[in-house]
């Protein structure tokens, strides 16, 4: 007779909680005092084609949670720039790449780092309706600011800030965002899941379908991301990865790999952070033990949830294909959590 084990019991248990509450998708768990990485897919990511999230092959959408990758290579391109004629910092004001954008020049790339620029376009997340290269995105996101009656003085989170952030890693380097991205993080980190989203198709990759379950019924209103709106979200959340990926990318930013410990410092404290303790693409707790951000895909059923230490050594990451709101999503990863991990309040 076969003798459940742990491993057996993880698994049944995190499968229970997803489907408490009627959710599919991937569940990484990380307990390092344990040795113990507990990788879980529950439900389908293809239902049509029989693909089970299991399948260590699926991508997922990042959503939000590429912004920290984006922070991450904005801090090196500042401290790389030291040594040259023309240094930046944080401090940095952005009509220096954007010199048609209104109030520019009291913008900080600082500000636009902990989303508290002022910015407020309600169309940061909308069909463009065609497919932008990522010059025509970050031009088509200066003329929405500039069209946008709406400002703010406190904290407020809009995409528009990280595809500013890709503009002038673009024109820091001379190279594409999506190159940037290959040579300063996914090649160093050996990311083989990770892919920019021009690089991906269902037909060369196995991709993850949103759903939505609508009372009984699962697996309704299935979709892929949007191409458009995914052309158009340059650096704020247009590639695909995986759990695993996404571990090793946290754990890169403090270990050498992409960042060191000051650098990491740097990309977790900025001098505008806000009281809610957003910086560098994360939200940032108790001091720096506790990191965690949610990420959805407008128009799907895609959301994600981190939530880790500040070494990256426990917590959880789970991604969803098939959600009905953050809640519930947030609320999954809290109960699973609490039953596996008593490094860190799971709330």
């Known amino acids: 007779m076969h003798q459940p084990n742990q491993a057996d019991y993880m698994a049944e248990t995190i499968a ?7 959710l599919t998708g ?10 113990n990485q ?6 389908f990511a293809n239902k049509a084609n029989t693909i ?3 399948d260590n092959d699926v991508l997922y959408p990042s959503a939000s949670l590429q912004k920290a990758m984006t922070a991450a290579m904005m801090i090196q391109i500042i401290n790389e720039s030291k040594t040259s004629t023309n240094p930046i910092s944080e401090y940095t004001t952005i009509e220096r790449w954007f010199p048609d954008l209104n109030k520019g020049a009291a913008i ?3 500000q636009l780092l902990t989303h508290t620029s002022g910015i407020v376009d309600l169309k940061s997340e909308r069909d463009p309706g065609f497919i932008m290269t990522e010059d025509q995105a970050v031009q088509a996101t200066v003329s929405r600011i500039n069209a946008s009656k709406l400002s703010l003085t406190h904290f407020y989170y809009d995409n528009d800030n990280y595809i500013l952030l890709a503009g002038i890693i673009r024109h820091e380097t001379q190279m594409s965002y999506a190159d940037n991205l290959t040579q300063r993080i996914i090649n160093p980190l050996n990311l083989s899941h990770t892919f920019m989203w021009h690089d991906v198709s269902p037909q060369t990759h196995k991709l993850a379908v949103s759903y939505r379950s609508i009372g009984p019924w699962q697996y309704r209103k299935p979709r892929l991301a949007n191409p458009q709106l995914m052309s158009y979200i340059v650096g704020a959340g247009n590639l695909y990865t995986t759990p695993d990926d996404y571990l090793k990318f946290q754990r890169g930013l403090h270990n050498n790999q992409i960042l060191n410990v000051a650098d990491y410092t740097q990309l977790t404290h900025q001098p505008d952070q806000p009281k809610n303790g957003y910086s560098g693409g994360m939200y940032h707790r108790h001091r720096g033990k506790l990191k965690k951000v949610y990420g959805y895909l407008r ?25 009905r709101s953050a809640a519930t999503v947030k609320h999954a990863a809290y109960d699973i959590l609490q039953l596996f991990s008593d490094k860190f309040d799971a709330k």
Request: proline share 2%.
């Open 16 to 22: 229970k909680i997803m489907k408490k509450y009627r």
């Open 26 to 35: 991937k569940v990484l768990l990380i307990n390092a005092e344990q040795s």
């Open 38 to 43: 507990d990788n879980e897919g529950v439900g």
């Open 52 to 54: 089970p999230n299991q």
């Open 108 to 110: 900080t790339i600082s």
């Open 299 to 323: 128009g799907t059923n895609y959301r994600n949830w981190v939530q880790l230490s500040g070494d990256s050594q426990y917590g959880i990451i789970l991604f969803s294909n098939q959600s």
